[in-house]
């Protein structure tokens, strides 16, 4: 997450390698249970054993959720928050972030996921970052640096986004693809990565931002569409050796 890290290998996602990269935090630990694997970088690891169940916690409540409605776990367009008012909040926010852009709520997730766990993790680290698959809370400083992995694309860990403000901020990063990660996406991008407001919100933009990539010539036009999103700041989406960016963030060159 540094300038001046070494590229990741393309496969590095699978193995999460690219948590091992040089620059990395070395504050940090990784809390696992069953597919949930998260990398958490805080002010200091003692944070550990609360990530751990708070994971078990969101899960458990999720898990109980989705048992009783299999049809909200495997729509793929948005489900009515009225029509099930007894959710827990994590899945209401999943459905609030899926409603922006016509997805199912199961494509925000991650990205909830990573959020609920850090805003319980805040008051014992303020500054902290929260990695789930790809889909990153930060809070707690005015300036990051984010690789874009973009599976086997040349820009892959080559290029980057600098996301800043002239005070400490919490934002979500998500990056979606049809290449990389076991979401589906009805797209053809290498990466579709969303800079918003809150984690959920990133998630399901990225998902819907992906899926509508099919040529070169539908980069700039999924980045100005998300860019005119309330809440979504910044976009980047990446098709072999093309890009296109927009918002309220830097691209950088992490090579250089």
Same mark, same amino acid.
């Given at each position: 997450?540094?300038?001046?890290?070494k590229?990741?290998?393309?496969?590095?996602?699978?193995?999460?390698?690219?948590?091992?990269?040089?620059?990395?935090?070395s504050?940090?630990f990784?809390?696992?249970?069953?597919?949930?694997?998260?990398?958490?970088?805080?002010?200091?690891?003692?944070?550990?054993?609360?990530?751990?169940?708070?994971?078990l916690?969101?899960?458990?409540l999720?898990?109980?959720?989705?048992?009783?409605?299999?049809?909200?776990r495997?729509?793929?367009v948005?489900?009515?928050?009225?029509?099930?008012?007894?959710?827990?909040p994590?899945?209401?926010?999943?459905?609030?972030?899926?409603?922006?852009?016509? +997805?199912?709520?199961? $494509?925000?997730? !991650?990205?909830?996921?990573?959020? =609920?766990?850090?805003? /319980?993790? %805040?008051?014992?680290?303020?500054?902290?970052?929260?990695?789930?698959?790809?889909?990153i809370?930060?809070?707690?400083?005015?300036?990051?640096?984010?690789?874009?992995f973009?599976?086997?694309?040349?820009?892959?860990?080559?290029?980057?986004?600098?996301?800043?403000?002239?005070?400490?901020?919490?934002?979500?990063?998500?990056?979606?693809?049809?290449?990389?990660?076991?979401?589906?996406?009805?797209?053809?991008a290498?990466?579709?990565?969303?800079v918003?407001?809150n984690?959920?919100?990133?998630?399901?933009?990225?998902?819907?931002?992906?899926?509508? +990539?099919?040529?070169? $010539?539908?980069? !700039?036009?999924?980045?100005?569409? =998300?860019?005119?999103? /309330?809440? %979504?700041?910044g976009?980047?989406a990446?098709?072999?050796?093309?890009?296109?960016?927009?918002?309220d963030?830097?691209?950088?060159?992490?090579?250089?």
């Amino acid at each position: 997450m540094s300038k001046g890290s070494k590229s990741p290998h393309p496969s590095s996602f699978r193995q999460r390698s690219y948590r091992r990269l040089p620059g990395l935090e070395s504050c940090s630990f990784e809390v696992r249970v069953e597919e949930s694997d998260l990398w958490i970088s805080g002010l200091n690891s003692d944070i550990e054993p609360l990530a751990y169940d708070r994971l078990l916690h969101y899960r458990n409540l999720l898990s109980t959720f989705l048992l009783r409605h299999p049809e909200w776990r495997d729509s793929l367009v948005p489900v009515a928050a009225a029509e099930y008012p007894l959710a827990p909040p994590l899945a209401r926010e999943m459905m609030s972030a899926s409603e922006v852009v016509g +997805v199912g709520p199961m $494509a925000a997730v !991650a990205g909830a996921l990573a959020e =609920a766990i850090g805003r /319980d993790l %805040v008051p014992l680290s303020p500054e902290l970052v929260v990695e789930n698959g790809g889909d990153i809370f930060l809070t707690g400083r005015s300036e990051y640096r984010l690789a874009v992995f973009a599976g086997t694309s040349l820009l892959s860990g080559r290029i980057g986004i600098k996301v800043k403000a002239p005070h400490t901020f919490s934002c979500g990063v998500c990056t979606s693809s049809a290449k990389v990660g076991h979401s589906i996406s009805f797209g053809q991008a290498d990466a579709v990565t969303i800079v918003a407001h809150n984690t959920a919100l990133a998630d399901a933009v990225a998902t819907a931002m992906a899926n509508l +990539v099919q040529k070169k $010539a539908d980069l !700039a036009r999924v980045v100005e569409k =998300a860019l005119a999103l /309330d809440g %979504v700041s910044g976009a980047v989406a990446v098709m072999g050796p093309d890009l296109a960016g927009g918002g309220d963030i830097e691209l950088i060159d992490l090579l250089s």
